[in-house]
């Protein structure tokens, strides 16, 4: 069809109104590259195709699709080999794949026959066991959890004794009487990864440590306790080991849907091949040219809709 004709029809108007329905945003995307068919063969297939998927939805409802608006962004890097997805990326993925077995499910067990969606679902794959993993390592704020790995579960609880150690220590110079006379303020806070005491500038000598910085006046220094320097280089170990393993956890969730990368893409091509309408845009499909000869010659008006053969 010509370029003029789409104009003339405002055909862009109608994909931008379809559009607005697409339940993900691969969905949206291929919708806004409709373009009409010429093959009469092919347009009396979407008709049927949207007349039974019209008749779903009057019936039961939007498909439960749960797509988060990052969804192609996870996808592009889940194409990176050796790269870990974020946790909540990890979240996204497990929810949108969980939401298609739900959705196919629901097709299944739906009264009534509905061949085109069942067919557009059916090569769906299930990611149960990927999902579960998901779920059962991450919470849903997107923290990986103690239990992750037994590693991990090690490696934490080493780090909050330790954190423990080291505020008992600090805390120890903010009470003591010979040294907290020298203290700008009684807290403790973090410099460079470093646990440290807010020390008077004139007291530099009081408290034997390694000063890791001045405040913006000059007046205070942020001093790490000879005391606690062991304790703080034993934390900035643990801490890379627990990034270490948390990696190594991401990633070893993220592969297992990347060796999957068939069963994804035919999964989600399964969830975009149907997009729900509105209800408001349900209507019959037009009369065949046969369909409004057999009306003229009756001398009838047709009861569809789109049809408003007369005879003359």
């Given at each position: 069809m010509q ?5 003339a029809?405002?055909f ?7 559009t ?16 009409p ?71 299944r ?21 990927e ?49 907290a ?15 440290v ?10 408290i ?43 990633l070893?969730?993220?592969d ?9 893409q ?47």
């Amino acid at each position: 069809m010509q370029p003029s004709a789409l104009r003339a029809l405002e055909f862009d108007r109608i994909v931008e109104a379809v559009t607005d329905f697409a339940l993900t945003p691969m969905g949206a995307e291929r919708l806004s590259r409709l373009r009409p068919s010429t093959d009469p063969q092919q347009v009396a297939q979407w008709q049927a195709a949207t007349a039974e998927t019209v008749r779903f939805l009057t019936v039961h409802g939007l498909f439960p699709l749960r797509a988060s608006s990052d969804l192609p962004q996870i996808l592009t890097a889940l194409a990176v080999e050796g790269r870990a997805l974020e946790p909540l990326r990890l979240l996204a993925l497990s929810t949108f794949l969980d939401s298609i077995d739900d959705a196919r499910g629901g097709i299944r067990r739906a009264p009534g026959s509905f061949p085109v969606l069942e067919a557009a679902t059916a090569a769906a794959a299930s990611f149960k066991g990927e999902i579960a993993q998901v779920r059962e390592k991450i919470d849903a704020s997107g923290e990986v959890v103690d239990h992750a790995s037994p590693e991990l579960r090690v490696i934490r609880d080493r780090l909050r004794k330790q954190k423990a150690r080291l505020r008992s220590t600090l805390e120890s110079y903010l009470r003591g009487k010979e040294t907290a006379k020298y203290l700008q303020d009684q807290v403790v806070t973090e410099r460079n990864g470093r646990y440290v005491l807010v020390v008077k500038a004139e007291h530099r000598g009081g408290i034997p440590g390694i000063v890791h910085g001045t405040s913006t006046s000059g007046a205070s220094l942020f001093l790490e306790p000879l005391s606690t320097v062991e304790i703080n280089n034993d934390i900035v170990a643990l801490d890379e080991q627990e990034a270490e393993e948390v990696r190594r956890i991401l990633l070893a969730l993220t592969d297992a849907f990347r060796r999957r990368t068939a069963d994804l893409q035919r999964t989600i091509d399964a969830a975009i091949e149907r997009v729900s309408p509105s209800r408001s845009m349900a209507s019959s499909p037009p009369c065949p040219p046969t369909a409004r000869s057999n009306c003229r010659r009756r001398g009838t008006r047709c009861s569809r809709i789109r049809c408003r053969s007369r005879s003359r």
